[in-house]
């Protein structure tokens, strides 16, 4: 795929050998993007094209070694090469003539160790090919046979978006080349009742392409009895209760709480209270947290935007905290390794430390052993949307379904729309079972506060634990 990147590599190659005569170090970042988005509701069809993907262009960085200087272009030829050296040697100098009289933060050279890979991520059927109509036909399909449970059905959506990519990341000693693609889809339903109306949602995810479609059929039915159960659910007494919280429940916290309050660019704006907590207990000894592409799911990768190569990272061991996740200027200004989390939104915009696949790890446990040990309690399922401060480690998360647990068993009750909070170590030091296989999903995008949208990855097991409710 992309074969425009092969076409252009022999260029970037002599960018980057001119640079260097220049500067101590010196990288670009090639992107080729595809992305296509098909969507049907009661509004009718929409094909898009768009995408989350941020486009095909380039990036060129080098360090100088008082700062470090970024380009990004959308088209490139041998013959840009001089007008690309004056940009990055005039952005330079108006950077250094703006820090007079200031002492910048250090700006190490980074590492540059030789690499050369490879690799691209497996599909069985590319969406390209199979096409607008066959798509808009299948999850027409899917949108009818929703329609068709209850006539308390008001609308239901099916959408399917995919992106495919392939990154070159080229340095003095590094020649990096994957290629990446991968597929979400969901089905919502919404449920009226006289004025009362209810919506359940339910997403896909798959690190691959149009295979993902034959998934949705199992979640059709499942998405309107969601709904329409909660048109009985009430509003639930706020609390403190015993909760098992399902394995995309148990996806948000791991992210809110302890997946921004650990991305180590924070650390060096000293905006996180976790840079004083390394190597001390923050979590139930049950609890272990990856992050990286140790799991295949949408945000796997094999290098990241500045070139480190990915892996798994353990942030917190047993319940110790071992370590965050962290960009290369990060790491460099910190003293540590970086952990292949250097992410852009697009070749336009710098790189973040950023979260990939973010999960815990299972347990020993079974949820019917969970439920069974609740006296007073909920199953928290279909997490909507959540916040954290990783200045004060507060967490506050939004759950659609709460289902009541009396004297171990599932009563049929139901509380909609739950908000969870707490202090995060408090909630994970309350965590007293893991259920044995972790599940991820990666239907969702993550921004740096409000922006800087990148693609992400969370889950893990069941999890028991003790949470705030209101």
Not at 6 to 32: F, T, W
Not at 47 to 55: D, K, V, Y
Not at 72 to 84: A, D
Not at 169 to 197: C, K, P, Y
Request: glycine letters at 10%.
């Amino acid at each position: 795929m992309f074969p425009t990147i092969d076409r252009v590599k022999p260029g970037l190659q002599k960018l980057i050998a001119a640079l260097r005569e220049i500067y101590p170090y010196a990288s670009v970042l090639a992107v080729a993007d595809d992305a296509r988005a098909w969507r049907v509701s009661r509004a009718g069809v929409n094909i898009s094209a768009a995408g989350t993907g941020g486009g095909t262009g380039f990036v060129v960085r080098v360090f100088d070694g008082v700062g470090c200087a970024e380009y990004s272009f959308n088209e490139f030829s041998e013959e840009k090469i001089p007008g690309i050296c004056a940009v990055i040697a005039k952005r330079l100098a108006e950077q250094n003539q703006a820090l007079e009289g200031v002492v910048p933060l250090p700006t190490p050279i980074p590492a540059d160790e030789p690499a050369v890979l490879k690799k691209e991520t497996a599909w069985k059927r590319n969406p390209r090919d199979v096409g607008d109509e066959a798509i808009v036909g299948k999850i027409t399909a899917i949108r009818e046979r929703a329609m068709a449970v209850d006539e308390r059905v008001l609308d239901a959506q099916a959408a399917v978006t995919y992106r495919a990519y392939r990154k070159l990341f080229l340095s003095e000693h590094r020649d990096l080349d994957q290629t990446v693609m991968w597929t979400n889809a969901m089905v919502a339903v919404m449920a009226s009742r006289g004025q009362e109306i209810k919506m359940s949602y339910h997403p896909f995810s798959v690190l691959g392409g149009a295979e993902l479609l034959d998934e949705m059929d199992a979640g059709v039915e499942r998405a309107a009895r969601d709904a329409l159960d909660l048109l009985d659910s009430r509003p639930i007494p706020p609390g403190e209760y015993d909760c098992v919280c399902d394995p995309a429940t148990t996806g948000m916290i791991v992210h809110e709480a302890f997946g921004h309050g650990v991305e180590m660019d924070m650390f060096v704006k000293d905006r996180a209270l976790a840079r004083g907590f390394m190597g001390a207990y923050v979590a139930s000894p049950l609890v272990t947290m990856h992050d990286g592409s140790a799991v295949d799911e949408s945000a796997t990768m094999f290098f990241d935007d500045e070139g480190t190569l990915t892996g798994d990272t353990v942030i917190i061991d047993q319940g110790i905290l071992k370590r965050g996740m962290c960009d290369a200027l990060s790491a460099a200004r910190l003293g540590v390794t970086p952990t292949g989390n250097g992410r852009r939104e697009s070749y336009e915009r710098r790189a973040y430390t950023r979260m990939t696949n973010t999960y815990f790890q299972g347990g020993e446990s079974t949820p019917e052993e969970m439920i069974a040990s609740v006296q007073d309690g909920f199953l928290l399922e279909t997490p909507s949307s959540g916040m954290e401060d990783p200045k004060n480690w507060g967490i506050q998360c939004m759950v659609t379904t709460a289902r009541e647990i009396k004297d171990g068993k599932l009563t049929g009750k139901l509380y909609s729309p739950i908000v969870l909070t707490g202090y995060v170590p408090d909630l994970l030091k309350s965590v007293s079972m893991m259920s044995k296989t972790p599940e991820l999903s990666g239907s969702g995008h993550c921004g740096k506060g409000y922006k800087e949208w990148v693609k992400v990855s969370d889950g893990g097991p069941y999890m028991k634990a003790r949470i705030r409710l209101g």
